[in-house]
């Protein structure tokens, strides 16, 4: 079956524009999350979508990035005025979101932004 | 706070040898763990998890990690490494709060002919 699939699969932005990245997660998995990979770190938490509950959005690491998810399927996540700082790849996956359980993830290919 | 630990930045092993890839954590209460594996170019897959029973937890591709309670640790461990298993590994944890994973930096594992 398809798995979790990501685009664009590389950006490359100047500082200041706004980025859109997309995901769309395995269908039935009531779970999305999205994560940042640094160069050489492990990964960082941002943000995490479960069903039509409020996502959980501890991990946004400033008020420039934001997430949407439509129909508790595909999400977006958008980085407005982007900064060089924000170069990375961008990871998404999603999982089953049993009630009581935890599940394992399923990851995307992640999208590469580069910001000049 | 949730933490996870991965003290060895890379690990070196010839084929044939059993490898080891170190993983510590700290969390609140019950602590579920999991290693996933990324291959160059591409994404995280899963390769095992623990949540409770058995401390010995066998997955995918002969790998097996072992929970250690009072140690806080689960490290990865192959009887006999290949060279296709050479990639980066991230142990992750979760805890009470099932939403949250928190992943370690990784250990890039090469597996030499």
């Known amino acids: 079956g398809a798995g979790v699939s990501q685009s664009p699969s590389n950006k490359v932005t100047e500082k200041g524009k706004d980025v859109e990245l997309r995901c769309d997660p395995i269908s039935g998995h009531t779970a999305l999350y999205w994560y940042r990979q640094s160069l050489g770190q492990g990964l960082e938490f941002l943000i995490y979508?479960?069903?039509?509950?409020?996502?959980?959005k501890s991990g946004l690491p400033s008020d420039r990035f934001s997430a949407e998810r439509t129909g508790g399927s595909v999400s977006t996540l958008t980085i407005q005025r982007t900064q060089q700082e924000d170069s990375a790849v961008y990871l998404c996956a999603s999982s089953l979101g049993s009630s009581g359980r935890v599940d394992e993830q399923f990851f995307g290919p992640g999208t590469r932004l580069t910001v000049l | 706070a949730q933490s996870v630990a991965q003290p060895e930045d890379q690990v070196n092993v010839a084929e044939g040898n059993p490898l080891t890839v170190k993983c510590t954590y700290s969390v609140s209460g019950n602590p579920y763990l999991f290693w996933y594996v990324q291959y160059p170019n591409r994404g995280l897959q899963f390769l095992l998890k623990y949540i409770t029973g058995d401390n010995l937890v066998k997955g995918s591709y002969g790998f097996e990690a072992e929970f250690n309670k009072s140690q806080t640790s689960f490290h990865l461990k192959k009887p006999s490494a290949l060279v296709s298993d050479s990639a980066l590994y991230f142990c992750a944890v979760s805890a009470y709060n099932f939403n949250k994973f928190y992943f370690g930096s990784g250990t890039k594992l090469n597996v030499k002919p």
């Open positions: 979508f479960q069903g039509n509950s409020a996502p959980d």
